[in-house]
C-alpha cells in the first residue's frame, strides 16, 4: 500500500488485481482500489454507501474498476469485457470534469460526460467489429484543472496524473499481454496522453489526440514511443485560438493536430466545436474505432510525419 509514495504500486492483497487511484495533490481520505475485472467488492459497496446515483449505477449492473468520491472525485468505469478483451481502449478527459459530471456532462450537456463519450465509442466498435473483444474504460483517474484559466494553462495537474495512467496500462497489459491499448486523449486529457507516452509498454500501440491542447512536445517523434500518434480538430474548434506556445511551465506548445506536429490526421467531418468528436454519427468516433480495431483506411488528410 504504498500510493502515498511518487512510485504507484500493486495491491499485494487484493489478489495482485488492482491499483491504487492517485491520491489528491493535499493530504485526503485513504483511496479505493482499482480492481482489474468486474465491480471489486470494496468500489460497489463504496457506491452503494454514497447513494444516489452512485448507488443507481451499481445496481443497474454497470461496472466500475474504482470510486472516490472525495474532493472533485475520482471514478473509472469500464464497458466491455475486460477479461477477455484484445483491444483496450482508456478514454482520458480534459479541463473541469468531475464525479459530479461524469455521467451527467459538464453542464448537463450529455455529450460532453466521459462516460456517455465511452459509451458511443464502444457502441462504435461493436458496430464496426462486431466480433471484435473490446473494452472501453472512462478513466477520471486524476484531477483536472477546475476550468479554462492559468491551471489549464500548466501541466501541473496532467504531471500529477501520468503515475496513475502508466499504473493502470502496466495492470492491463499484465493481465492481457495480448492485448493491444489505445489512449484517447480529449483537450487537456491529450497532454496527460503525452506525457505518459515515454512510460508506457509497447502493448500501446495508438495515442490518440481530440481538441487536444498540446502533449508536452512540439513534435509526435519526440514522444518517445513506438505508438502511432492520431489527432482530429475541427474547423470550429475554439483549442485552434489557444496559442501553440510553451514558456516554462505555462503552455503546451504546438497542438497535436497541426501539420507540423506529425501525427496522423482523423477526420472531422460532422463534428461540431470542441465536444463533438466522441459523440454518435461522427466521423472522428468512427475513424477511432477503425485505429482501435486496426481495419484499414482511416485518414482523410495527410500524414505530416
Known sequence: MVWRRAARGTVGGLLALGLLVPPPAEAGPPTVPVGFVGNCPSVAAAMR????????????????????????GRIVEVLGDLA?????????????????????????????????????LYDELRATGPGARVAVLAWLGYDPPDGIGLAAARPDSARAGVPALVGLVDVLVRHRPAATVTLVGHSYGALLVGLAAPSLPTQVTALVSVGGVGMGVDRARELGTGA????????????????????????????????????????????????GYLVPGSATLRGI??????????TTGTDAR
Open 49 to 72: 454507501a454514497a447513494g444516489a446515483p452512485y448507488a443507481d449505477w451499481v445496481a443497474s449492473g454497470r461496472t466500475f474498476l474504482a470510486f472516490d468520491p472525495h474532493g472533485d
Open 84 to 120: 477477455a478483451a484484445d483491444r483496450i481502449v482508456v478514454l482520458v478527459p480534459g479541463v473541469a470534469n468531475t464525479l459530479r459530471d461524469f455521467d451527467r456532462g459538464l453542464g448537463g450537456v450529455t455529450r460532453r460526460a466521459p462516460a456517455a463519450q465511452a459509451r458511443a
Open 228 to 275: 502511432t500518434v492520431w489527432a482530429a480538430e475541427a474547423p470550429d474548434d475554439w483549442i485552434r485560438r489557444v496559442p501553440p506556445l510553451r514558456l516554462g511551465d505555462l503552455g503546451h506548445g504546438v497542438r497535436p493536430a497541426a501539420p507540423g506536429f506529425g501525427a496522423r490526421s482523423l477526420p472531422v467531418d460532422r463534428v461540431g466545436g470542441h465536444d
Open 289 to 298: 474505432a477503425r485505429v482501435v480495431l486496426d481495419t484499414g483506411a482511416v
